[in-house]
């Protein structure tokens, strides 16, 4: 699963509500974790095979199953079974036999179905289970998590068709537990079973689950029965339905359906989005020494889906974010999404987790797949930025190296396990285990670890256990630090140079409850035009290195391939950090050396930022943009050539948005034309930092601008927007916020929703006020924001009620009416969130 995290960086808030990234970041109260140990589950009975035959009723919402369940004892013979069945109405339970179904004796309670079987069996018979029911997923109370919002198993999407910008769907989720909201079944990620599916669906609607599709046979009444087989055994928790209008895109690897399944509006630009799928496969076939397992793959776009994406066998279930015209892809694609749901086709699918304990099995092999993807299609600097994204992500939800462990048996709730740790912490551990392993040993281990627990379960020992096999070496303690133990290093480091040394002074700062780690680093000592490798061993608090050098070091760059999963605070000075840039040039190396520059704010790094502006990565060329110091006459004359022509030809555009935002920020009304031109760009990227910019030339010319627009355009500039009506707080500006605020996915209405209030703030209409504040209020309930936002948006109204209040009492007449119906519907709207 991919999740989408606001604490990920997905989005970008207004300054109003900048804390609440923040404070998704901070890491968990260690007071409120349980002291249980999460034992693994106990295997009473083994899922064989399913076979499921189903139906819905759209108007109520319910899925109406027979399904046929073969189980067999897992080693002690029983002489009863055990269901996971959630929120279900139960009708029937019987033995299956050669002469007919047997009724069995059950009961049902607390979402367990328990059965008791006709006889003993041991584990050499095998015995199937009829059972009827009625699936009423909309009326089971369940609770989701911040990377899965909600967790019914089974979701109805615009069924009665009111909703005319909508489709009419039906998907399934089931990571974690919670198939078992649609079918019977052992809902635990270390079952394994083959699967037949028939879904019965309006004959206009396209379906798609895992395996092949084996029949489809018209019925009455414009309906039809789609069949659906999965010869290989997977977990049910990675059973998908998905039905809807989709139009497919079909698309091939050696010979295997790859096919792409989007609303009809977006299926012409399929291969724009999907396109890499079958390099992909080839890729991870081939460093895996496994070719892909399944006998097709597929892709398909959901609404309203309540994570990033999932790895469903066979059949990846994304989110809508995905799905994107031609002229929304010029702004950038979900490729490290798609590549990540891939490979867990391997890691997750073909070999799962055997418990949730064990999540860094699937999720940090998954994100660690993005990684070496971006390398592969986009060269050594793609790959070294994304691992160098992955660590910060990681290392801003910590705290003096504190984290929780990567195979964690003690937790709260299942869903914590979908977290930094397992996610990016995990990949970066892998992608330092690569290095030190060498890449074919690496590989090598991880073809060992999958063909020898294929299509079964997998833990962290058995990692280790194949990397052992295949190198010889013992790796115990490396998985003791890195998998059974908790934190990072925080490394303070001093560099000198004394009597012809160059010394190297080390601390591990990290909290005193934190590990003393060991870690084998290379430097790189920089000295009299030479490069000098040296290998050094920390493994104490304190540590001094020295080495013969003729002369002063320019720089010694320490961890020279920033594999350290942890922290550096170092000495180095501004000229170290110019040296760095031009001379060792990682990508790490590179943007450390621009933030730097950054921070310091020195005159003398304006040069480096000079040459910042034509660096091959475009991010780094952003932010060269905006670390340029204007207000330097001698700088601003170098540099605007350039900042203009990247704003005309860079083909990033976010490379040109930010230059177009740091054109406009001179004043200088001469480049009004380039805004001007920019409005009618393409990219919605560049429009918006258009029309931002020309609010600082010509405000009034930005909104008379925005109300020339298409309604596309304001929807996909809302932010941009929704900025330049805060300082133009009319009326009629009203429905555009309320349009995102009803329409709008997660991303969008979380980036307006701070602009929306200060809109309000500054409107003197109480009509509006009330209206907007019940819009906000129901969007972040609708969007399931509240943990987000609530917090924070009641604490603002109730300050902006005071300050009305405040208001009211200078003046008189009808102002003095308004302000303090104003003050009175903002304290209302304040006590409203507190309760929810």
């Known amino acids: 699963m991919n999740k989408k995290l606001f604490c990920c960086g997905v989005l970008i808030a207004s300054a109003l509500f900048s804390n609440v990234l923040y404070a998704q970041n901070q890491p968990a109260d260690p007071s409120n974790q349980l002291s249980i140990y999460r034992v693994t589950e106990t295997k009473i009975n083994d899922l064989i095979h399913t076979k499921l035959d189903v139906s819905f009723d759209y108007a109520k919402r319910y899925l109406y199953g027979k399904e046929w369940l073969t189980v067999r004892p ?179 690897y050696k010979g295997k359906e790859v096919n792409y399944y989007l609303e009809p509006k977006y299926a012409p630009y399929a291969k724009q989005i999907f396109g890499k799928t079958p390099d992909m496969m080839k890729f991870y076939s081939d460093i895996l020494g496994l070719d892909y397992p399944w006998n097709k793959y597929a892709q398909v ?55 949730w304990s064990n999540l860094t099995m699937n999720e940090s092999f998954a994100t660690f797949g993005e990684v070496i993807w971006h390398g592969h299609d986009a060269g050594q600097d793609a790959e070294d930025k994304s691992r160098y994204e992955k660590l910060q992500s990681y290392l801003g939800s910590t705290k003096d190296g504190t984290s929780p462990v990567l195979a964690r048996f003690y937790y709260n709730d299942k869903e914590d396990m979908f977290d930094n740790i397992s996610y990016a912490k995990g990949s970066i551990i892998l992608y330092a285990l690569k290095n030190q392993m060498g890449d074919a040993a690496f590989f090598k281990s991880l073809n060992k670890y999958l063909t020898t627990n294929a299509f079964k379960n997998g833990e962290t020992h058995q990692l280790r256990l194949a990397m052992e096999e295949v190198t010889g070496r013992d790796w115990s303690p490396y998985f003791n630090q890195w998998y059974y133990n908790s934190g990072h290093p925080i490394l303070s480091i001093d560099y000198g140079y004394e009597n012809g040394k160059a010394t190297i002074k080390v601390k591990q700062t990290q909290d005193s409850s934190v590990q003393t780690f060991s870690l084998p680093i290379k430097i790189d000592i920089y000295a009299g035009g030479k490069k000098i490798r040296k290998d050094i061993l920390i493994n104490s608090r304190e540590q001094n290195f ?32 110019y040296f760095q840039y031009k001379n060792a040039p990682s990508y790490a190396n590179r943007i450390e050396a621009l933030q730097f520059i950054m921070q310091s704010k020195a005159a003398s790094g304006q040069q480096i930022l000079l040459t910042g502006l ?33 704003a005309k030809t860079d083909k990033d555009t976010e490379v040109r948005a930010t230059a177009i935002a740091k054109l406009a920020e001179t004043g200088d009304q001469n480049f009004k034309a380039l805004l001007s031109a920019g409005l009618k760009d393409r990219s919605y990227k560049v429009i918006g930092a258009s029309v931002s910019g020309l609010a600082k030339l010509a405000p009034q010319e930005s909104i008379t601008a925005i109300a020339a627009m298409d309604e596309d355009t304001k929807d996909h500039i809302a932010a941009a927007v929704a900025e330049i009506y805060i300082n ?19 991303t969008k209405v979380f980036s307006v929703v701070g602009a929306y209030f200060q ?49 009211a009492a200078a003046v008189s007449g009808e102002a003095k009416a308004n302000l303090t119906k104003q003050a009175e519907i903002f304290k209302k709207a304040s006590a409203d969130l507190v309760k929810e």
């Open 759 to 807: 809109y309000l703030s500054r409107n003197t209409t109480p009509d509006v006020t009330e209206k907007g504040v019940k819009n906000i209020n129901e969007a972040i309930i609708r969007l399931k924001l509240q943990a987000y936002l609530s917090k924070q948006l009641s604490a603002a109204y109730g300050k902006t009620a005071q300050g009305k209040a405040q208001q």
């Open 301 to 355: 776009v959901a609404r309203d889906y309540v994570s990033g994406a999932m790895e469903n066998t066979t059949a990846t279930l994304h989110g809508e974010h995905v799905q994107k015209t031609d002229r929304e892809l010029l702004d950038g694609n979900e490729e490290g999404t798609i590549a990540h749901e891939l490979f867990h086709q391997w890691f997750g699918d073909y070999v799962t987790a055997e418990s």
């Open 546 to 577: 020295s080495f013969d050098v003729a002369s002063k070091p320019d720089l010694i760059d320490f961890d020279v391939d920033k594999i350290l999963v942890g922290e550096v605070n170092d000495n180095k000075t501004a000229e170290n950090y």
């Open 74 to 252: 897992h080693f002690y013979a029983t002489d009863s079974l055990t269901l996971d069945a959630q929120g279900m109405d139960i009708k029937e339970v019987a033995l299956v036999g050669a002469k007919g179904n047997t009724p069995l004796k059950y009961v049902y309670n607390d979402n367990k179905l328990l059965i008791t079987l006709n006889k003993k069996y041991t584990n050499v018979e095998k015995y199937t289970v009829y059972i009827a029911y009625t699936a009423k997923p909309d009326e089971l109370k369940v609770k989701g998590s911040a990377a899965i919002t909600d967790a019914k198993g089974l979701y109805f999407i615009n069924p009665d068709g009111t909703d005319k910008n909508k489709p009419t769907q039906i998907w399934t989720q089931g990571e974690t537990e919670s198939s078992s909201a649609w079918f019977p079944t052992i809902d635990k990620p270390d079952q394994k079973t083959t699967a037949e599916i028939s879904m019965t669906v309006k004959s206009k609607y396209t379906t798609l689950s895992n395996g092949k599709l084996i029949s489809q046979k018209p019925l009455a009444n414009g309906l039809r029965t789609d069949t659906w087989k999965m010869d290989l055994p997977h977990s049910p928790y990675l059973f998908l339905m998905a039905v809807g209008e989709f139009k497919i895109t079909k698309d091939t």
């Open 614 to 646: 034509k660096d091959k990565s475009a991010d780094l060329r952003a932010l060269s943009i905006d670390g340029i110091n204007l207000t330097d006459t001698q700088i601003k004359a170098a540099a605007l050539p350039i900042i203009l022509e990247l």
């Open 728 to 746: 133009d707080a009319k009326d009629e500006h009203q429905p555009f916020f309320e349009n995102v605020m009803q329409t709008g996915d997660r």
